[in-house]
Each structure stands twice: as C-alpha cells, then as structure tokens.
C-alpha cells in the first residue's frame, strides 16, 4: 500500500515558466513533508520541507504548500531552470522520539527546455 | 567535506549469492540508514542505525541485515539473492536519528543480480 503517491510520473515545462509537482498522502500521523531532488547517478538532495502545522514554506524559487484536509501537497518552482530538469520525490515522516525513516513517493521526472 | 561515500559503485551477483554492500556517513554524524530504490519507484526504507543499535526496520526479509561500526560507518548485508534484489541500495546519514533531523544521501550502490 503505497502512502505517498506522485501520480505524475513526468512533466516537462518551458524554461522560465512555472513547474507544478503534486503528491498525495494516506497516512494521517505524517506531519513532515519533504521534497528532493535527483541526479542520474547522485544520490537525492533535500530541496525544501514543511511541517504540518503550515501550510506554506518558501525558500528563493521553491515553495512547498500543504492542503492537510486534501492530504496534499505540492511544490512550484518559479522560474523553472534547464539545471532544474531531474527526479522529484516527494517523502514524508512521522514525529517520533526515535528515528527519521522517510516514506517516499515514486517520483516525477521533470524536463525543462531551453 | 566529504559527503556521503557509498562502495562499490556497482556490483553484479548471481541468485543464491550474498552480498555486502558499505556507507561511510558524513564526519560527525552518528545515524545511517538504507533505502532500496527499485527502477521507477521511489527509495524504500530497510534500515536506520544509531550509536550501533538499529532504530528503525522496514519491511523487508530477514535475508536483509545490516549493521553498525564504532567509527559510525555501516554495512548492509544481503543473503540468498533474488532477481527482485536488483535496485540502487542508497545510504543517508544524519546527525542524530531524531525525528525531522535531515538526511544526506550517497551516490548509492547498483546492484544487479543474474
């Protein structure tokens, strides 16, 4: 049972417009929300995160809003970039005492053209 | 600084082979954890380990173990390969294993078994 779903597997956007990257989530006791970015052959970096108690974070071109009611959450970036073009993921977790497990969406390849 | 380092780059095995795949954390931090990335999904949480005592355990089989070493570093150790094992094995690190405590990916691990 997947609880976080990207249900865009791609996207591809003209450079300077806007990107729109959806996730969804099931589990209710997520209240951390993250999205990374990847690199053929790199590992993910952390791009920007939100805690559920907002519902709008900004950081430069990216900004991360939350809908908890819809279980929903998107990141734009504005002006989209060609050194933006790479795999978002969508990932989530759970406060706890102990440890920082991620649960990971499948991903959204985003392609941004010249 | 060094990030992340993860060895070997790629690895190829044969089913009913075992395999032992290692991640160097970040200097000073003390948490490390293993993500399965299977082709065209998202990175899947094995294992987080802390101070050498494992913190977190996802849902995989018991031919999936791993472990701790002093200097922090860990190995992840896979039994009786299947073709099903064949992914990139990414490992994070991260300071502490509180929650919300941002993870640092490696490069990861290809591993492709025949």
């Known amino acids: 049972d997947q609880q976080v779903k990207q249900n865009s597997p791609s996207l591809s956007v003209q450079e300077g417009r806007i990107s729109i990257l959806n996730c969804d989530y099931t589990?209710?006791?997520?209240?951390?929300f993250l999205w990374y970015k990847k690199y053929p052959a790199e590992g993910p970096t952390f791009l920007i995160s939100?805690?559920?108690?907002?519902d709008k974070n900004e950081d430069g071109r990216f900004t991360v809003f939350l809908n908890k009611s819809a279980k929903h959450l998107s990141l734009h970036i504005v002006p989209s970039q060609p050194g933006d073009s790479a795999v978002y993921f969508c990932a989530a977790s759970v406060f706890q005492a102990a440890g920082n497990k991620l649960t990971f969406g499948g991903g959204t390849r985003v392609l941004v053209k010249p | 600084d060094a990030g992340v380092t993860q060895s070997p780059t790629h690895l190829i095995k044969t089913r009913g082979q075992h395999v032992t795949l290692r991640c160097s954390p970040i200097?000073?931090?003390?948490?490390v954890s293993w993500y399965q990335q299977v082709l065209g999904q998202g990175p899947q949480f094995i294992f987080q380990y802390y101070e050498k005592e494992e913190r977190g355990r996802g849902n995989f089989p018991d031919r999936f173990s791993a472990r701790q070493f002093p200097n922090y570093s860990s190995e992840l150790n896979v039994n009786a390969l299947l073709l099903g094992d064949s992914a990139l094995y990414l490992c994070a690190s991260s300071l502490v294993s509180a929650s919300r405590d941002e993870q640092f990916f490696g490069p990861g691990t290809r591993l492709t078994v025949l």
């Open positions: 939100i805690s559920s108690i907002k």
């Open positions: 200097s000073g931090h003390k948490s």
């Open positions: 589990n209710s006791m997520f209240d951390y």
